[in-house]
């Protein structure tokens, strides 16, 4: 007998030895060839399949039959955990079988992370019991599975006593986390394990549907937040909960129904089933999120905004209303403090602020600008209510980004404008309107203090698409109420701006901000533009983040933690450095 | 001094308001009780012409907050030169009224009611400024002891907002409503919010304010 074969593997380049009584994926996993075990190598998950090429290996068992047939794979696979080479073997190593690790970000910092979903299949037989041990049938699946602690609740118990009558019998198992039955079935087909991100916002909502096998992006959709027609900021919305219980429960519905439609959606672009869908991950601020879950908001309402809750563990979707399995979860994005929500963890999460050490700033220009800032292991957070003015929502010209809005604007030097779909032009969404003011203040045509200076006093854009003074002016205090924020931020932590490794926008503006423009009217610090990162929808980022790690739940929770809260409202001096920030010029001053 | 020379000073006061020039304005007002001027007639004629062109300038969109906020400033401080010296020779400066101001419960918002309070200071009224988040019994307890002749209420909150009906259904219950004048506003509040609640009046803005204060002061003086 050889003391070890070597085994080639084709695709990766590499030759290793493996010893007799060795498995190829524990030689696999002492040579660091990141192969997947979901299952741990207890041969039921069947991720870790490798091809056959040239050798001789032991005979498949029952049940590794029972994985291959049931996956319908090439014969020349075999499940890595059960093969023992009986010679030298060429093998090819599929990518799929490989650890995953997740893109997270399209734009901005690329970040990923090992893949780690709370649901799992494993595939086992459940064999007629022996004479010699009657141990109970639960008893043996968790000893199959190796899951000591696996939950199983009364309505799964009652399918396996049916599916029992007569054994020997090819089981299917879903199980949350390893430690709940989530479903049960026998000589059944492959079902798609399907999970739902979103990005669950005050105005635009996003859902992404992840196939939770291989953790690829399967759709993505948005659509409006129903709850509108009751508001357009989250204290309006607040307000009319506060009303009556009747008033919550219209806005739960309504937050209700914009999910569930999206996920219809999804569907439907997709061919899948709602069932097939087995969790929820959503990144939501807080008022969204409680009132999604039709929870009182009597406190989080009023002064000094106090939330009900910072986290929950998985909720049941169908007590939610979220029209997917009725087995289904659903996990929030944990919220760090009153208005600072899960919105804005799931976001860092993104963009791995509390790992990598140095000094950031952490933006989401939304409704509430919120802030984020960290200095090496202290962390400072903020929310700053700027208004819906960015997003154009109380502008004579303004617009949200949709087809007809002008969302660029150059001077080459007479204005050109590009438009959303290339349609004629409607108004101004955010991008447009920080490049008007930029260029309008390069050529006086607008005074630093915002003052229109032609004589119309308003600065046309089209014919029917004019800035008037009015419109500056909320520009104006949005933008103020942002640099205030940070600059409040940035003196907590004693930490000038050039001393910043890198400031991560995310939220309502994409791509198509001019940096250069939204640093000439202030809107972001005047930093070296090679260290502003775009990072897009870093919440829904996030959010996906969550639902193929859900190891990274628990960590999120205790890392926020770590954020010291800063309530703008008790800074003294924020009135007249709200004052002094109304000028529409770039920032830090220089002395 | 001749009529020429004081009217060269007034000019120059004038200025200084509209520019916020606090230096310049405090050094006016000393110079004013150096010449032993009347104090009375350098403040009508002097500074209150410079802070309502202020307000010109305001309503034109040509001035904004920062511009609004340092000219008040400025009135305050050469005020505050003129002020004991008035009261010094007895001839105090006749108030027009006295009012009680403040941000309504939970809400902190401030720099709109500061600015109002300033603006109707600068305009020569008599003001006892609560601050921000003042609970609505002090609104009530304030204007009684101080016998205040307005209520002014601020709020810029959807939530806080009905604070300002709250107050007016106490004073109603206190048989106090006939004795104070309740103005309201603030960003949410509109003149149908302060007509439905049975406010006396409501200011868009800090100008605003300063108008139907004057106007509800006439009122009152011709009853
Ligand atoms: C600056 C600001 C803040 C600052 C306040 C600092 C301070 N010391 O005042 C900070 C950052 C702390 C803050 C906090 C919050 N804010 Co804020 N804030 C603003 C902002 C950007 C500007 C307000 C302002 O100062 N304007 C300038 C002044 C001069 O204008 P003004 O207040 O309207 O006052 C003028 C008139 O209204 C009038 N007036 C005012 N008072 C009175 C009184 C009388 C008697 C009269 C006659 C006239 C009058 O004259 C004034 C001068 O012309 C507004 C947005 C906006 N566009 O208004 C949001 C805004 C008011 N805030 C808002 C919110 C939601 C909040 C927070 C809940 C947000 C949060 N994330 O925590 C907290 C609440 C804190 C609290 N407990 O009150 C919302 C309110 C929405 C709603 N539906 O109610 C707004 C409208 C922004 C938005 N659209 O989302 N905020």
């Known amino acids: 007998m050889r003391t070890a074969f070597s085994v080639t593997i084709k695709n990766l380049g590499q030759i290793i030895k493996v010893k007799p009584e060795e498995t190829l994926s524990q030689a696999l996993a002492r040579f660091n060839i990141p192969l997947r075990f979901d299952c741990g190598q207890r041969g039921v998950c069947g991720k870790c399949q490798v091809k056959i090429l040239k050798g001789q290996v032991n005979p498949p068992g029952r049940q590794e039959k029972y994985i291959l047939e049931f996956l319908k794979v090439d014969p020349s ?93 090819k089981m299917q198992l879903v199980i949350y986390q390893d430690k709940e039955v989530i479903s049960l079935e026998a000589d059944s087909s492959p079902t798609p394990l399907l999970g739902l991100a979103v990005d669950l916002g005050t105005t635009t909502v996003v859902g992404e549907l992840l196939d939770l096998e291989s953790g690829r992006s399967l759709a993505v959709a948005s659509a409006l937040n129903q709850q509108i027609r009751l508001g357009t900021d989250v204290i309006t919305r607040l307000s009319e909960a506060l009303i009556s219980e009747g008033k919550r429960r219209t806005l739960q519905r309504a937050a209700r129904r ?14 899948y089933h709602e069932e097939n869908i087995l969790e929820v991950v959503i990144a939501s601020n807080t008022a969204m999120n409680h009132l999604l879950l039709g929870l009182p908001i009597h ?229 070296d ?52 920030s109304l000028n529409l010029s770039p920032y830090p001053e220089k002395e | 001094m001749d009529e020429k020379q004081k009217q060269q000073l007034w000019t120059k006061m004038k200025e200084a308001v509209i520019k916020g020039d606090n230096q310049a304005a405090v050094e006016l007002a000393k110079e004013a009780i150096q ?44 005020m505050a030169v003129l002020q004991p010296e008035l009261t010094k020779n007895k001839d105090s400066l006749e108030t027009k009224a006295r009012i009680v101001i403040g941000t309504v419960e939970g ?34 307890a304030t204007a009684q002891e101080k016998k205040a002749d307005f209520i002014c209420l601020s709020a810029l909150l959807t939530t806080t907002m009905t604070g300002q009906q709250r107050l007016i259904e106490m004073l109603k219950e206190q048989r106090l409503r006939e004795k104070f004048k309740v103005v309201v506003g603030g960003a949410p509040v509109t003149a149908q919010w302060a007509e439905s609640i049975g406010a ?5 803005n800090a100008l605003a304010a300063v108008r139907i204060i004057e106007q509800l002061t006439r009122q009152r003086r011709e009853k």
């Open chain 2, 35 to 78: 010449l032993k001027l009347d104090l009375t007639e350098t403040i009508e004629k002097g500074f209150v012409p410079g802070i309502r062109r202020v307000g010109q300038l305001w309503e034109e969109g040509e001035y904004f907050l920062p511009e609004l906020i340092s000219s008040a400033e400025c009135m305050k401080q050469a």
């Open chain 1, 299 to 527: 406190t989080l309402a009023r002064a000094p905004y106090t939330a009900l809750f910072q986290y929950l563990p998985e909720e049941k979707a169908q007590e939610v209303g979220l029209r997917i399995s009725p087995r289904g979860k659903i996990f929030l994005a944990p919220n760090i403090q009153s208005f600072i929500g899960g919105d804005i963890s799931a976001g860092l999460l993104a963009t791995r602020f509390f790992e990598k050490s140095g000094r950031y700033l952490y933006l989401d220009l939304g409704t509430n600008g919120e802030i984020v800032l960290r200095n090496k292991n202290r962390f400072w957070g903020t929310s700053t209510a700027a208004g819906p003015a960015f997003e154009g929502v109380g502008l004579s010209v303004g617009m949200m980004a949709a087809p007809g809005a002008i969302y660029q604007v150059s001077a080459t030097p007479s204005l050109e404008i590009k438009t959303i779909g290339r349609r004629k032009a409607r108004g101004l969404c955010g991008t447009g309107l920080i490049d008007i003011l930029s260029i309008a203040l390069q050529k006086k045509w607008l005074s630093q203090n915002g003052r229109i200076l032609l004589r119309e006093r308003q600065i046309k854009l089209t014919p029917q698409v004019a800035l008037a003074q009015d419109d500056v002016r909320k520009l104006q205090m949005a933008l103020a109420a942002v640099k205030a924020g940070v600059k409040i931020v940035m003196a907590k932590a004693e930490l000038d701006f050039d001393q910043l490794d890198g400031l991560y926008l995310a939220g309502a503006f994409g791509s198509e901000l001019n940096i250069a423009n939204a640093m000439a009217i202030g809107l972001l610090p005047a930093i």
């Open chain 1, 77 to 169: 696979i075999r499940l890595a955990c059960l093969t023992k080479p009986k010679g030298d073997l060429e093998i090819e190593v599929p990518s799929e079988s490989l650890v995953q690790s997740v893109k997270i970000l399209e734009k901005g910092v690329t970040t990923s992370f090992p893949y780690c979903p709370s649901l799992r299949q494993y595939l086992f037989t459940l064999e007629k019991p022996r004479v010699s041990s009657p141990s109970s049938l639960v008893e043996r699946v968790k000893k199959v599975l190796a899951l000591p602690e696996l939950e199983f609740p009364l309505d799964i118990l009652n399918q396996l006593g049916e599916e029992a009558r007569e054994l020997p019998k």
């Open chain 2, 200 to 204: 006396d009046g409501y200011g868009e």
């Open chain 2, 107 to 140: 809400d902190i918002h401030d720099i709109g009611k500061n600015l109002v309070s300033s603006m109707l200071q600068a305009n020569g009224f008599e003001i006892i400024d609560l601050g921000a988040d003042v609970k609505l019994e002090k609104f009530i």
């Open chain 1, 529 to 580: 533009p090679a260290k502003v990162y775009f990072v897009g929808n870093a919440s829904l980022a996030g959010a996906r983040c969550l639902l193929l790690n859900y190891t990274l739940r628990e960590e999120l929770i205790s890392q926020i933690k770590r954020i010291n809260f800063l309530s703008l409202a008790r800074e003294k001096d924020f009135q007249n450095i709200f004052i002094k």
């Open chain 1, 258 to 271: 914009t999910i569930n439609a999206l996920i219809h959606k999804l569907c439907q672009k997709t061919g």
